[in-house]
């Protein structure tokens, strides 16, 4: 009788899946301890500011000064993460991310932060994350194949999401116990901890890169990927509005609604969470769930993203609100494991940075543009209608996609066939007896 597949050569059952090797495991495991630290900073960072003297809007510029780096430095992220070992790219990343975070709690700790200062050290940790993206996400997809990709991914986001909602409610509570500063510091120690297991990822799988022609020439290149693909770049330019608009819904009206007509902070809080849970909740399904047209399911999920802008603009009640920030928790978790099971599937692993970079910058170019026209808009046209104008901006681009050949056609490819096993196995041995884990550590 051959042995179990998920044997180790004692006998004894692995503690994780055959398909969770080393990389992925390492991947995972880096992603929660970051996750933690980081959507605690997140907070920390805006009550620094305000623990300074400084205003609502010194609280948006220190946000904005950290997401303007990713629109800049995305694409050239991408690209030397295709031709650099990523694992490398990675750890000069979270280093970068390490350091900036660590002189930012010394400057709050230290009493007398600037604005300047603290835009400043944010940037560096945008920067960072610029080119760690792109990066990461090349060296998950090659990490899994294609047979478990679904449940790989679809776990590996469930972590994340974890780990962040954790971090959040773990940031928020050690803020109040022992200030903003601590907590940045926690950050910078999380990144070098993170940092510390991804140099241990092993790239011999992966092909070496021949050399290019330059850093524009793989910037076309990843272009090409991109534009020959209808389903891809739809989709990016879909995104592009949705994360925008949903961004800007989130960021701005939604805690101005819960101000104003639910009753303060606390209920807004409350169905942020919810939509965490929603996140989880879909990962869960989708390890246990393969459609068969990826991009089709998935492009279905993103039409109860205009959920939240609805139930704001009407205003629902607390338990609607939180009822419709799970339904669009969980629906836009079922479209990112379809989204990152498309692109192992259809990308060549060389270019996996590139078009990732592609991905993101097409993400959030808009977003720090729809959040500082949020106020105008209010302005000019009122809450309601603003937030009408974003489930409908939501909804149209969602079902203009729907109209790309390929997102409704592509489908997902069976996995390989393997060899039958011989009819009379070979005596077992402590290296045998090992069986298809053989690879596995």
């Known amino acids: 009788m051959s042995p179990s597949p ?55 510029l220190v946000a904005a000064a950290r997401t303007l780096p990713l629109v800049l430095f995305l694409l050239v992220g991408g690209a030397l993460a295709d031709r650099l070992p990523r694992h490398r790219v990675m750890v000069a990343a979270n280093a970068l991310n390490c350091l900036s975070q660590a002189a930012f709690a010394v400057l709050v700790l230290a009493g007398d932060p600037r604005l300047w200062q603290m835009m400043l050290l944010t940037a560096l940790c945008g920067t960072g994350t610029a080119f760690f993206n792109p990066a990461a996400e090349g060296m998950l997809l090659s ?43 926690v950050d910078a120690a999380a990144f070098a901890l993170a940092g510390l297991l991804r140099a241990f990822l092993h790239v011999g799988h992966i092909a070496q890169r021949a050399p290019g022609g330059g850093l524009l020439a793989d910037l076309r290149e990843g272009w090409v990927e991109v534009r020959t693909r209808p389903w891809l770049w739809s989709i990016v330019l879909q995104f592009s509005v949705v994360v925008a608009v949903v961004g800007a819904a989130e960021a701005v009206y939604g805690p101005l609604v819960a101000r104003d007509r639910l009753g303060g902070p606390a209920p807004w809080g409350m169905a942020l969470a919810c939509f965490g849970a929603g996140t989880i909740a879909g990962a869960l399904l ?23 802008s609805a139930g704001l603009a009407v205003p629902l009640p607390v338990w609607g609100l939180c009822a419709v920030m799970f339904v669009s928790g969980t629906a836009i978790e079922v479209f990112g494991v379809n989204w990152m099971t498309t692109m192992h599937q259809e990308i ?52 203009a996609v729907l109209f790309v050949p390929d997102v409704r056609r592509l489908t997902r490819k069976p996995p390989p066939v393997r060899s039958p096993a011989p009819a009379t196995p070979a005596p077992a041995t402590p290296d045998t007896a090992r069986g298809s884990t053989a690879g596995v550590s």
């Open 6 to 60: 998920t044997a180790t050569r004692h006998g004894l059952p692995r503690r994780r899946p055959e398909w969770a090797g080393r990389n992925y495991t390492l991947l995972t495991g880096a992603a929660v301890i970051t996750n933690l630290g980081s959507h605690g900073a997140l907070i920390a960072a805006a009550f620094a500011v305000l623990g300074a003297g400084g205003s609502g809007g010194d609280v948006g």
């Open 143 to 185: 990490s899994v194949s294609g047979e478990h990709s679904n449940r790989a991914f679809a776990l590996f986001r469930m972590a994340m999401n974890g780990a962040g909602i954790g971090g959040a409610a773990l940031g928020g509570a050690m803020i109040a116990a022992i200030g903003p500063g601590w907590v940045l510091a």
């Open 286 to 308: 989708m390890m246990m769930w393969k459609p068969r047209r990826l991009l089709l399911v998935g492009t279905l999920c993103v039409f109860p993203l205009a959920l939240p």
């Open 348 to 399: 060549p692993e060389e270019k996996f940075s590139r078009v990732s970079a592609y991905d993101w910058f097409g993400s959030v170019s808009m977003l720090p543009l729809a959040t500082a026209l949020a106020g105008p808009a209010e302005t000019a046209f009122g809450r309601t209608t603003a937030l009408w104008g974003c489930a409908v901006l939501v909804v149209a681009g969602t079902a």
